[in-house]
């Protein structure tokens, strides 16, 4: 499989850029200087960059409650969002919704939920609705593994299979819903098993891995535009930090940690970039300085944008 | 003007619709050929095919989620919930992700979904088929809960609740599905506005706000009133969220008497929010009797008939509760 020269040299950019947004994040929350709760995806930037780099224009996300490699990879603008989780008024929601509910309907970007399992039944609505309106466009429905131990997945799944809609569910398998390890919450090894009772496909792919995600992304939408009806794709991968910023991570040991953090999936990349003679050491150096500048520049931006007023209370309950 | 059942103005509304806007669908379980549990689609299925008319399996939690996926998206569902009992499996759908996708997306989203749902005891069917939720409904900002008690108001909110942007939850009532009534459905777009009271019944003395088929037990309470000599006026607020307030407010500084009737169980329900919107309003200086409120017993809905009758407030029970506001004035 081979990634188009440019679409790859802009995925290892937003990889990137994932990576120092969450880095700042984690910097901020420690400085007081943002509120409230995050859920990091670092160690997984090529699960979720790449995936969604691998949608057509047009087709759809719905994002989990750890979805910032998500949105940058389906494409944001990194001081609306940067901002929304500064709770500021020109963030994505106006400061109404930060970390976990950034969304921009019109771009495609469904939403981040913080609901566990909240986005299978969105994805399958969003899929009718391509469906019905005959569009060719896909929904890439972002879950993680805990997700598909709840009663929404049985039911979404199903349903999706039965009317063979355009929506691929991705799992990001990182191996802990919160703290809670895989072999404890199923009794099976490979979610991916989990599509033979639908009759769909069920695809594992290495969530740290670029290459694979992007194809395998690509196949699951090709057999959902060919009207073939969803697939489901599980991604091997691991977060490098705790479920949320209150997490000791008791649950698991540092050794198992360094082996994860030794399969960095921008790390391979990198390699693969100055390997292949894409572009020599140097020029990978330079895209690295601009993502951390541009994260820079976003959180600058957002740091000195207004704070929504307070008569913005009310508005937008109904439409 | 055609006469017509509770029951056959919701299938008007949802076909004329349907015809309307090619984007209006509609969705639930055995609402296809079997024509929904209570006989509403008939026929639909046949005038717009199986893509328009979807029949769903067994799963009220994607039933609702898909209705919010795909208004979000560009679709306006109207989906079916067999028993509103059955919204407890829907209601992550409805509460978390359809009620505030708006307002935490920054207004950036719009869902245009109907939830129709039959509400209310009163057939046999006991406690899980029965209950009366539609304050549940009310307490989550984001949401809208219609409640209509005649053919023609079911017709004309209906239509509205199909045109509105917001997720929406329309009560219907069991028992009322085979009442019949005039509905204006040769007036070329009978709407009726979506948070707009009727005022079912003018009076003088007594103010009773009902909705739902409580309705027609309080007219009838209110004829035999009338033969005594006491003028009771009945409001119906038609739609709970919004709520018609200022029609309220009017009635109560007219008669200076304020009576509910509700028929859901009386802790948490309705009929206290219709209060205190009273009380807290200039009307409170217009009392001259304590708010009286008729609700539902506090229990499960149980199957035998007679207990099951017991349950929700009775006419004679209506009559006494005006007489005694009447006499303490």
Known sequence: ?319 | MKTMTYAEAIRAAMSEEMRRDENVMFMGEDVGLYGGAFGISVGMLDEFGPKRVKDTPISEAVIAGAAAGAAATGLRPIMEIMFSDFFTISMDALVNQAAKMRYMFGGKAQVPMVCRTPGGSGTGAAAQHSQSLEAWFCHVPGIKVVTPSTPADAYGLLKASIRDNNPIVFIEQKLLYRTSGEVPVDQDDFIIPLGLADVKREGTDVTIVTYGRMVQRALEAAEIAAEKGISVEVVDPRTLQPLDKDTIIKSVEKTGKLIVVVEAAQTGSYAGEIIASVTESDAFDFLDAPVQRLCGKDVPIPYNPTLEAAVVPQVDEIVAAIEKAVNRG
């Open chain 1, 1 to 319: 499989m081979s990634i188009e020269r440019e679409t790859l040299l802009e995925m290892y950019l937003r990889m990137n850029q994932a990576r120092a947004f969450e880095e700042k994040v984690k910097w901020g929350f420690a400085r007081g200087m943002i509120h409230g709760t995050t859920h990091l995806s670092i160690g997984q930037e090529a699960s979720g960059v790449a995936s969604c780099m691998a949608l057509d224009k047009g087709d759809k996300a719905s994002l989990s409650h750890r979805g910032h490699s998500a949105a940058i990879g389906f494409g944001v603008d990194l001081n609306k969002m940067m901002a929304e989780l500064l709770g500021r008024a020109n963030g994505y929601c106006k400061g109404k919704g930060g970390s976990m509910h950034i969304a921009d309907i019109e771009s495609g970007n469904l939403g981040a939920n913080g609901i566990v399992g909240g986005g299978f039944s969105i994805s399958v609505g969003a899929a009718l609705t391509q469906q019905y309106q005959e569009t060719g466009n896909v929904v890439l429905c972002f879950s993680g593994d805990g997700a598909t131990n709840e009663g929404s997945f049985h039911e979404s799944l199903n349903l999706a299979s039965i009317w063979k809609l355009p929506v691929i569910f991705y799992i990001e398998n990182n191996l802990y819903a919160m703290s809670n390890p895989i072999e404890k919450s199923m009794n099976i090894t490979d979610i991916a098993d989990r599509a033979a009772s639908y009759g769909m496909p069920g695809v594992i792919c290495d969530g740290n891995d670029v290459f694979d995600v992007y194809q395998t992304i690509q196949e699951a939408a090709k057999h959902c535009r060919d009207g073939k009806g969803p697939v489901l794709v599980e991604s091997k991968t691991y977060r490098w930090d705790g479920h949320s910023k209150s997490d000791a991570q008791a649950y698991r040991t540092m050794e198992e940690r360094k082996e994860w953090m030794a399969k960095d999936p921008i790390l391979r990349l990198r390699n693969h970039l100055i390997e292949e003679g894409i572009k020599t050491a140097e020029e990978v150096d330079a895209i690295d300085t601009k993502a951390k500048q541009d994260i820079e520049d976003a959180f600058e931006f957002a740091w000195n944008s207004p704070e929504p007023d307070v008569s913005t209370l009310m508005e937008d309950v109904y439409a």
